[in-house]
């Protein structure tokens, strides 16, 4: 992602929200300080799991179960987005790269991300303005990782566009060249969600059209 491109938009959700640039450039310098040789897992590794392959992007709505029952899933490189992680792992099937800012998630389904990336899945770990103490708390339990931003990118901790974990799961995916790009457990009108959600969801359905999916 080209960060002049992405910058417009990202002042444009900034404003929509209120939220404050200046706490997600202090998150993402946060995460980048815990970042070392053997914790920080290569470009090149996630390229090799996404370039030409088709894709499933799981978003962790209501839907993901049933979605998941009607697909094949060993026909895809499974990105998951932060809780989808854990359905599937409770399906009996590691996603191999997990989208997750720590935040939205309950303990147990962070434990089972964790878990997930001890057995193999490449997970980015994503640094926003509000979930510090989570990264704090969680990251070191991470054996390897990718940092990402959606601020400005800087050596390590770098920004493939995108918003929420279910959308930056799609753009990961264009930024490293799938085949193809199919989703599963998304519900961009899901009306059991507050407010805020509901404006995340917004934003989703507009960037993921973005890209065209």
């Given at each position: 992602?080209?960060?002049?491109?992405?910058?417009?938009?990202?002042?444009?959700?900034?404003?929509?929200?209120?939220?404050?640039?200046?706490?997600?450039?202090?998150?993402?310098?946060?995460?980048?300080?815990?970042?070392?040789?053997?914790?920080?897992?290569?470009?090149?590794?996630?390229?090799?799991?996404?370039?030409?392959?088709?894709?499933?992007?799981?978003?962790?709505?209501?839907?993901?179960?049933?979605?998941?029952?009607?697909?094949?899933?060993?026909?895809?490189?499974?990105?998951?987005?932060?809780?989808?992680?854990?359905?599937?792992?409770?399906?009996?099937?590691?996603?191999?790269?997990?989208?997750?800012?720590?935040?939205?998630?309950?303990?147990?389904?962070?434990?089972?991300?964790?878990?997930?990336?001890?057995?193999?899945?490449?997970?980015?770990?994503?640094?926003?303005?509000?979930?510090?103490?989570?990264?704090?708390?969680?990251v070191p339990l991470f054996k390897r990782f990718?940092?990402?931003?959606?601020?400005?990118?800087?050596?390590?901790?770098?920004?493939?566009?995108?918003?929420?974990?279910?959308?930056?799961?799609?753009?990961?995916?264009?930024?490293?060249?799938?085949?193809?790009?199919?989703?599963?457990?998304?519900?961009?009108?899901?009306?059991?969600?507050?407010?805020?959600?509901?404006?995340?969801?917004?934003?989703?359905?507009?960037?993921?059209g973005m890209l065209g999916i």
């Amino acid at each position: 992602m080209d960060f002049a491109a992405w910058e417009p938009i990202y002042e444009r959700i900034l404003k929509d929200f209120g939220f404050d640039r200046v706490g997600d450039e202090e998150a993402a310098l946060f995460l980048s300080r815990r970042l070392t040789e053997e914790n920080t897992a290569s470009l090149s590794e996630l390229k090799a799991l996404i370039s030409g392959r088709p894709v499933l992007v799981c978003g962790n709505a209501p839907k993901l179960r049933d979605d998941l029952s009607e697909i094949s899933l060993s026909d895809f490189t499974i990105i998951a987005a932060d809780g989808a992680a854990a359905v599937l792992m409770d399906m009996g099937f590691v996603p191999e790269v997990i989208c997750t800012d720590l935040d939205g998630n309950s303990e147990v389904d962070i434990e089972k991300e964790i878990l997930a990336c001890k057995k193999g899945s490449l997970v980015l770990i994503h640094a926003h303005g509000d979930n510090t103490y989570k990264l704090e708390k969680y990251v070191p339990l991470f054996k390897r990782f990718i940092a990402t931003t959606q601020a400005k990118p800087f050596d390590k901790v770098y920004n493939f566009g995108g918003f929420s974990d279910g959308d930056r799961c799609v753009f990961v995916a264009k930024e490293f060249g799938a085949k193809s790009v199919k989703l599963a457990g998304f519900d961009f009108e899901d009306s059991g969600v507050n407010l805020i959600k509901k404006k995340k969801l917004k934003w989703a359905r507009e960037l993921i059209g973005m890209l065209g999916i």
